[in-house]
């Protein structure tokens, strides 16, 4: 980045390390007490720089809404500098140099000022390309650029420049149907995020090869849930000509098999590239096994995951082998979160897997005997999670929203995409469905019974992290004020101001109060109220809260296993289909989420200190006085949590892995703490099959 003459300091140099040094270096402590930083393209909310730079003693606020940051400037920083306190903050401006002018003149006339861009870090490569990554997707792309040393790139050879090099994707090389679900696999399977545009020119280049011609490159290369239809489907084809390999006697032709996915009928699932991926596709339910005539034979070769025979049989070789996956791949204390949301789902499925109602009663042995493997993982697991979240959640709340990674990001993601121009004419509607409590595991369940009354629903799945402490006075308030709950502190006690916050923030994007609707109490009954609701004329977004699971949970003595069993006979009733079915008619765009899971937990006794706590949760304390917080800490070896976007008077005290404030060996499911099981949740758009 050249020097000039401007206040703004610039960076010319590209160290051989990392990006991320010509910004880190920037960051000495006790230099000046205000940073201001000009940052288009959110490089400073990245994981790793984020983490570096707290590090350093450096706190970091961003400014979008001038009320929202004067209120955390002012009763944050603005007081302790009154007071003579030395601190190091940055202030962050997602807008180029020239518009640091417009921060107030207070900030201009204390604090240096900064800038960085994509642009200065990669001045050879197509700008608006870069912009698309992920900003994780920047390490490999750097690596590249120094390695290669390019030169000077267009669009469209620096789209196949980050294809090759950031992607592993090298469409010249793609020749047969092999090498195009090779890539497919590895990309969905991960869950990669590839922008639009380089999918668009990843196409275009395979159409120049004639062997893609029936392919319905289209949907399957950039569309998860579609991609793994399309294996779906071909699936029993697959396993039909298997049999038909092994046996003796002539069959008669199947009936024509039935496809919403149209291309290829016969995928190659055998090839020793394809066939490394299969076990984990049916594991962890991305793929789902069937049903076949010849079962028993089939059984006994390597497609049996993907072969319905005995129901005990099948659980438990599916147990045994999610065991063995989960415990290969706990994600490191360093990783990025995209690795905990991968593990989450393996952890969900594992978590319902041995809940099930049928297999609990029927294989009471082989489940002991699993259990057994399960209690030191879940013990490593609870170890990992609860080291990444201190080192690593504190930066998550600053991130983009898009893709949301924070229950407070939806909002402002759901506006950014109700306002895109992707959408046609007449505008799209946006409803949002909070299910109060709802785990992960426990989605997979309202799901699988989704599916079987609806078999129409396409369920795009993603997962965002709940606020900590996991309670629904602090998330599910952040899902609808669309902030950190520092910015609400007067109601951190209740859930009587989501309402208003939800409306004031879409009054904040410029929509009427008679375009936005927020109703609460849901989960059975009648729809006759969210019906007349929703079908008032200017209404645009909806905010509904369903608070079915939760009840369950409060009155659940039967731990996770009952906790699946009463949620799967709700979710088998009409009335989630039946919603579904009524926002959709009216032209809403539908995602659901949670503002936090459950967890079984035991009792380590009741702190008698809980009558002055502010909050008094089973799996948390909360806490305006740090001495009487501390003295609880010691006594039950409870973990304190320092107020990550919360206000500093709030002070949570999380019980220990597992453990609840109730009598001492008591057992309940219950939420509030940093488990991997309340803290991530599921996001998930449901529309319905084109048909």
């Known amino acids: 980045m050249s020097n000039n003459s401007s206040p703004i300091t610039h960076h010319s140099s590209l160290p051989a390390e990392s990006w991320r040094s010509q910004i880190l270096r920037e960051f000495t402590p006790k230099v000046t007490r205000l940073t201001l930083v000009a940052d288009p393209d959110a490089l400073l909310l990245e994981e790793r720089i984020l983490e570096s730079i707290r590090e350093r003693g450096f706190e970091l606020i961003t400014f979008e809404d001038h009320v929202a940051f004067r209120y955390a400037y002012e009763s944050k920083f603005r007081s302790r500098w009154d007071r003579g306190e030395q601190t190091d903050l940055v202030v962050v401006m997602r807008a180029q140099a020239s518009d640091l002018g417009y921060l107030p003149f207070d900030l201009l006339q204390a604090g240096r000022r900064l800038s960085f861009s994509l642009g200065d870090i990669f001045p050879n490569l197509s700008y608006p390309v870069v912009t698309a990554l992920d900003r994780g997707d920047l390490d490999a792309l750097y690596d590249a650029q120094r390695r290669h040393a390019p030169g000077e790139l267009g669009d469209n050879a620096t789209k196949e420049f980050v294809l090759r090099h950031v992607f592993e994707i090298a ?12 890539v497919l696999l590895r990309r969905h399977y991960r869950a990669q995020r590839i922008p639009g545009v380089l999918d668009e020119r990843f196409i275009q280049l395979l159409r120049h090869n004639n062997t893609f011609d029936d392919w319905p490159l289209e949907t399957i290369v950039p569309d998860r849930e579609a991609f793994f239809t399309f294996l779906q489907e071909r699936w029993p084809v697959f396993l039909d000509r ?27 699932f055998d090839h020793h590239d394809i066939r490394v991926y299969m076990d984990n596709l049916f594991l962890e339910g991305l793929l789902h096994s069937v049903s076949h005539e010849h079962a028993d034979t089939l059984s006994k070769t390597w497609v049996s995951i993907g072969v319905r025979t ?116 007449p505008p799209a509607k946006i409803a949002l469905l909070v299910v109060d409590g709802l785990s992960l595991d426990q989605w997979i369940v309202v799901r699988e019974a989704l599916a079987t009354r609806r078999p129409n629903f396409r369920f795009r799945e993603n997962t965002v992290f709940a606020w900590i402490p996991s309670l629904t006075s602090v998330s599910r308030q952040a899902a609808f004020a669309g902030k950190p709950p520092i910015f609400f502190p007067n109601s951190l006690q209740t859930t009587d101001k989501e309402q208003p916050l939800w409306t004031q923030f879409w009054a904040d994007q410029g929509f009427s109060l008679n375009e936005v609707v927020y109703a609460k109490g849901l989960g059975d009954g009648s729809l006759e109220r969210i019906e007349e609701l929703i079908s008032r004329p200017k209404v645009t977004v909806a905010g509904l809260v369903i608070d079915t699971v939760d009840k369950i949970m409060h009155g659940m003595e039967l731990g996770t296993a009952g906790m699946h069993n009463q949620v799967r006979q709700w979710a088998q009733q009409p009335y989630m289909a039946e919603l579904l079915d009524l926002l959709l008619d009216r032209g809403f765009n539908v995602f659901l989420t949670s503002d936090h899971g459950n967890i079984e937990a035991e009792g380590c006794g009741c702190p008698a200190e809980g009558a002055v706590a502010d909050l008094r949760g089973e799996r948390v304390r909360v806490y305006s006085d740090k001495l009487l917080r501390d003295k609880v800490k010691e006594r039950f070896s409870a973990a304190l949590w320092e107020p ?7 002070l949570p005290l999380i019980a220990p892995a597992r453990k609840a404030f109730v009598r001492e060996g008591e057992r309940i499911v219950s939420h509030g703490g940093i488990s991997i099981e309340e803290t991530i949740v599921p996001l998930v758009q449901i529309e319905r099959k084109n048909t």
């Open 171 to 182: 469409p010249e090389l793609i020749k047969q149907p092999t090498d195009l679900l090779r």
């Open 242 to 268: 298997v049999a038909e390999k092994k046996e003796t006697t002539v069959r008669e032709d199947k009936k024509p098999y039935r496809l919403a996915i149209g291309g290829p009928l016969d995928l190659p």
């Open 310 to 425: 005995d129901q005990a049989e099948d659980r438990r070789c599916r147990l045994t082998k999610l065991i063995e996956n989960l415990r290969s791949s706990v994600p490191a204390e360093d990783a990025r979160h995209g690795e905990w949301f991968h593990f989450a789902r393996g952890w969900a499925e594992l978590k319902k897997v041995m809940s099930d109602e049928v297999w609990v009663m029927s294989d009471r042995e082989v489940l002991a005997g699993c259990e057994e493997h399960v209690t030191p993982l879940t013990e490593m697991v609870d170890k990992r999670f609860l080291s990444w979240v201190v080192k690593r959640y504190a930066g998550l709340i600053n991130l983009p929203a898009t893709p949301p990674v924070m229950l407070h990001h939806i909002p402002r993601f759901l506006a950014r995409s109700l306002l895109s121009p992707h959408y046609s004419s």
């Open 644 to 650: 990550v976007g919360l206000p500093d008077t709030f």
